[in-house]
């Protein structure tokens, strides 16, 4: 399990406590530190079952400033999000094949659910 983690986010905090809680083996992945390859966000973008404009932090000023007023394609998102990894949405945690945006935290239980119903 992988959470996409931003440690300045309360709403990345209560995720990771929240996976804590859980017993949850997994792996923080600091994307602003590191951020995601124009592959994994497409990976993701496949496990989250959305296109990239939907993990958009569209409140974020720097999509306001620089990108609001524009249309781009789906692989254009993912380059730009590539290259500004602070517009992605999170907690983005992500478990085997299926991944969700912990907005709100409910949802990953819901997805940590799904996987002890598989095992």
């Known amino acids: 399990m992988i959470i996409y983690y931003n440690p300045r986010c309360s709403k990345c905090r209560e995720a990771k406590e929240l996976l804590e809680d859980n017993k949850c083996d997994f792996e923080i992945r600091d994307y602003l530190s590191i951020p995601p390859s124009k592959k994994e966000i497409k990976d993701l973008l496949d496990k989250l079952g959305v296109l990239a404009y939907d993990i958009i932090r569209k409140k974020e000023s720097l999509f306001l400033e620089k990108y609001s007023d524009k249309k ?11 290259e500004n990894p602070i517009l992605m949405e999170r907690p983005i945690v992500v478990d085997g094949e299926k991944a969700v945006v912990g907005r709100p935290p409910v949802l990953i239980l819901d997805l940590l659910n799904r996987s002890k119903r598989k095992k």
């Open 72 to 82: 781009y394609t789906n692989t254009q998102w993912i380059k730009i999000l590539s």
